[in-house]
């Protein structure tokens, strides 16, 4: 017999679901193990240290609450498609904005002191007042009539337009264009439509005779029933926004070098230099090829997604070239902003897990990148959560979430042991090392009074406590497979874990058959680390077996702070 140690830890890379169990401890003492075979529950921190991670607690009851979001100064959250502003958590407090709307996702950004939103098929913004408004003045309804009548305007064919407009200087785009031919002279009478709320005037525009440009003749209350027009126009030129629209409401959307982006079906629409409500339809778009589902904006330009990746280097939409970046899509939802800032100024969750979008267009693969094989689903959202000097991300993604079929079968035999939730991940931001959620279902996020708060399909959550609305977290790390580099006969004797927690931890041994064997520590303690012995093992080595598995659990969801294992391994002479 010969006893021999393994070092377990520390967890600098999370989860490597991408080879088998036996491959992942490989550890000693000059280089110990930085991957684990599945971690439940748990944070890992940028030196490899295991915490279980936060409760929630049952804020307010809800039905269909979805896209909580703070930006601006302002939280909005959607329930029951009643768009609203937040105003107050004690008690909950919410000035409505809009109702009637879908449970599809709200994308929000901010400019000039207003938010703006849209879920790709209602939009609007809303004011410092918390008041809801269009994207864009409303343009008028089509000249119902235009008549000739007395006076010395000379005869000619004339083109008539209008538009709307606020005391404020907002203008929406033109009404159809109406054709009059006077003759002979005299002056033209225009019948105006029905300005809609919220309009404070409306601009007549005409041209001259058998002119083209179209001039402002006038400018009118909104509630004037008819305009006659006699003199020839000497205001300023409609030009282009006789032709522009309304722009479409997106699934995404975002400011970028002066214009607002707007992605909608395979089309990314953007707006004219700082008119931000509009569009033109015959120019004023990037066709994608396929349904697009994410857009962020960085200084240098903006990334989208769709069936593929590509950045759009520049300030200026209108010239932007788009450059592949990866060959795959995102799931639609999951942007946010990196905490570094300007290097790292943009992430979202991609069909290969966390993407980081640096100033200089290049994308990088946290998650890939540190060995973990993540899931896919179509939708999902974000938190971005900076506690105890770590930053990390929390990535929900929609019930659909599953894991691709080149993870390792260990890593998904493992799930199915614990709890087999694909749809939550804790991505450390500076590491990439991965653990999983069980249960955790959030659908938004918001920071309000300097307290972080999530919403699901329930109700809205304080993203604190010790456990989940009375549920305990039951946190556990499974270290793989111990003893596959001989054929010997082996088994642990004693397992030593140096943490701390709030109970007794548990270490579980797993034999080739199936059989687990339970041996709590001896002690435990919250003050300080301290490394605390799992022993009663040595009986195993009469199971004859060559490998083993070793979990390290927590007891009625206590807290649970590891920051390595040691196994001690009895080795036997004989084979089995």
Same mark, same amino acid.
């Given at each position: 017999?010969?006893?021999? =140690?393994?070092? =377990?830890?520390?967890?600098?890379?999370? *989860?490597?679901?991408?080879?088998?169990?036996?491959?992942?401890?490989?550890?000693?003492?000059?280089?110990?193990?930085?991957?684990?075979?599945?971690?439940?529950?748990?944070? &890992?921190?940028?030196?490899?240290?295991?915490?279980?991670?936060?409760?929630?607690?049952?804020?307010?009851?809800?039905?269909?609450?979805?896209?909580?979001?703070?930006?601006?100064?302002?939280?909005?959250?959607?329930?029951?498609?009643?768009?609203?502003?937040?105003?107050?958590?004690?008690?909950?407090?919410?000035? %409505?904005?809009?109702?009637?709307?879908?449970?599809?996702?709200?994308?929000?950004?901010?400019?000039?002191?207003?938010?703006?939103?849209?879920?790709?098929?209602?939009?609007?913004?809303?004011?410092?007042?918390?008041?809801?408004?269009?994207?864009?003045?409303?343009?008028?309804?089509?000249?119902?009539?235009? *008549?000739?009548?007395?006076?010395?305007?000379?005869?000619?064919?004339?083109?008539?337009?209008?538009? +709307?407009?606020?005391?404020?200087?907002?203008?929406?785009?033109?009404?159809?264009?109406?054709? &009059?031919?006077?003759?002979?002279?005299?002056?033209?009478?225009?019948?105006?439509?029905?300005?809609?709320?919220?309009?404070?005037?409306?601009?007549?525009?005409?041209?001259?005779?058998?002119?083209?440009?179209?001039?402002?003749?006038?400018?009118?209350?909104?509630? %004037?029933?008819?305009?006659?027009?006699?003199?020839?126009?000497?205001?300023?030129?409609?030009?282009?926004? #006789?032709? =522009?629209?309304?722009?479409? #409401?997106?699934?995404? *959307? #975002?400011? /970028?070098?002066?214009?607002?982006?707007?992605?909608?079906?395979?089309?990314?629409?953007?707006?004219?230099?700082?008119?931000?409500?509009?569009?033109?339809?015959?120019?004023?778009?990037?066709?994608?090829?396929?349904?697009?589902?994410?857009?962020?904006?960085?200084?240098?330009?903006?990334?989208?997604?769709?069936?593929?990746?590509? &950045?759009?280097?520049? #300030?200026?939409?209108?010239?932007?070239?788009?450059?592949?970046?990866?060959?795959?899509?995102?799931?639609?939802?999951?942007?946010?902003?990196?905490?570094?800032?300007?290097?790292?100024?943009?992430?979202?969750?991609?069909?290969?897990?966390?993407?980081?979008?640096?100033?200089?267009?290049?994308?990088? =693969?946290?998650?890939?990148?540190?060995?973990?094989?993540?899931?896919?689903?179509?939708?999902?959202? %974000?938190?971005?959560?900076?506690?105890?000097?770590?930053?990390?991300?929390? !990535?929900?993604?929609?019930?659909?979430?599953?894991?691709?079929?080149?993870?390792?079968?260990?890593?998904?035999?493992?799930?199915?042991?614990?709890?087999?939730?694909?749809?939550?991940?804790?991505? +450390?931001?500076?590491?990439?090392?991965?653990?999983?959620?069980?249960?955790?279902?959030?659908?938004? &996020?918001?920071?309000?009074?300097?307290?972080?708060?999530?919403?699901?399909?329930?109700?809205? /959550?304080?993203?604190?406590?010790?456990?989940?609305?009375?549920?305990?977290?039951?946190?556990?790390?499974?270290?793989?497979?111990?003893?596959?580099?001989?054929?010997?006969?082996?088994?642990?004797?004693?397992?030593?874990?140096?943490?701390?927690?709030?109970?007794?931890?548990?270490?579980?041994?797993?034999?080739?058959?199936? %059989?687990?064997?339970?041996?709590?520590?001896?002690?435990?303690?919250?003050?300080?680390?301290?490394?605390?012995? /799992?022993?009663?093992?040595?009986?195993?080595? +009469?199971?004859?077996?060559?490998?083993?598995?070793?979990?390290?659990?927590?007891?009625?969801?206590?807290?649970?702070?590891?920051?390595?294992?040691? !196994?001690?391994?009895?080795?036997?002479?004989?084979?089995?």
């Amino acid at each position: 017999m010969a006893l021999k =140690l393994a070092t =377990l830890g520390p967890w600098t890379k999370g *989860i490597n679901n991408g080879v088998a169990a036996w491959r992942i401890p490989g550890g000693d003492r000059k280089n110990p193990g930085d991957a684990c075979r599945d971690a439940l529950n748990v944070d &890992f921190t940028a030196d490899g240290r295991v915490v279980r991670r936060r409760g929630y607690s049952q804020t307010v009851a809800m039905d269909n609450a979805h896209s909580l979001s703070t930006i601006g100064g302002k939280t909005f959250i959607c329930q029951n498609g009643e768009l609203g502003v937040i105003t107050d958590v004690a008690p909950l407090t919410i000035t %409505t904005l809009r109702t009637g709307l879908s449970n599809d996702r709200i994308s929000y950004d901010e400019r000039g002191g207003e938010v703006w939103w849209s879920n790709g098929t209602e939009s609007g913004r809303c004011s410092a007042a918390n008041t809801d408004h269009p994207w864009c003045l409303p343009r008028p309804d089509d000249i119902p009539l235009v *008549i000739s009548g007395v006076g010395t305007l000379p005869a000619g064919d004339y083109r008539i337009a209008l538009t +709307n407009s606020t005391t404020d200087g907002e203008e929406s785009p033109a009404s159809a264009i109406y054709e &009059f031919t006077l003759s002979p002279a005299g002056s033209i009478i225009v019948t105006l439509p029905t300005a809609p709320a919220g309009v404070d005037d409306v601009n007549i525009y005409v041209t001259n005779p058998n002119g083209s440009q179209l001039v402002r003749y006038t400018t009118v209350a909104a509630a %004037t029933a008819s305009v006659t027009i006699t003199a020839l126009p000497q205001g300023r030129r409609l030009r282009d926004r #006789a032709f =522009l629209s309304p722009m479409p #409401a997106g699934t995404a *959307i #975002a400011f /970028h070098g002066g214009r607002l982006l707007s992605l909608s079906g395979e089309y990314l629409y953007y707006s004219p230099p700082y008119d931000y409500g509009v569009y033109d339809p015959a120019s004023g778009y990037i066709p994608l090829g396929a349904a697009g589902s994410i857009l962020a904006s960085v200084e240098s330009g903006f990334f989208v997604a769709a069936d593929r990746t590509w &950045f759009y280097a520049g #300030a200026d939409a209108a010239s932007a070239s788009p450059v592949e970046k990866l060959s795959f899509g995102a799931a639609s939802g999951t942007e946010f902003r990196h905490p570094r800032g300007r290097d790292y100024a943009a992430g979202w969750y991609s069909d290969d897990g966390v993407a980081i979008g640096l100033g200089d267009g290049s994308v990088k =693969l946290l998650q890939a990148d540190a060995g973990f094989i993540a899931p896919t689903a179509p939708t999902g959202a %974000t938190w971005v959560r900076e506690v105890d000097g770590q930053s990390h991300v929390v !990535v929900s993604l929609d019930g659909t979430a599953s894991y691709p079929s080149k993870v390792a079968d260990d890593f998904t035999t493992a799930r199915m042991r614990y709890n087999d939730d694909a749809t939550t991940m804790s991505v +450390n931001l500076a590491t990439g090392a991965t653990a999983r959620y069980g249960d955790w279902h959030m659908r938004g &996020f918001a920071t309000i009074d300097g307290q972080q708060y999530g919403c699901d399909s329930i109700g809205m /959550h304080l993203l604190e406590g010790d456990d989940d609305a009375g549920v305990p977290i039951q946190a556990v790390l499974d270290v793989g497979i111990v003893g596959m580099e001989s054929q010997q006969i082996k088994s642990p004797t004693e397992v030593y874990v140096s943490g701390k927690s709030s109970a007794a931890l548990v270490v579980v041994i797993s034999l080739p058959d199936g %059989t687990a064997y339970e041996y709590p520590a001896r002690d435990f303690g919250t003050d300080q680390v301290m490394t605390r012995r /799992h022993d009663g093992m040595r009986g195993l080595i +009469n199971q004859r077996q060559t490998w083993f598995d070793v979990v390290i659990s927590n007891d009625e969801g206590c807290s649970m702070d590891i920051l390595i294992a040691n !196994v001690n391994v009895n080795h036997s002479d004989r084979r089995i």
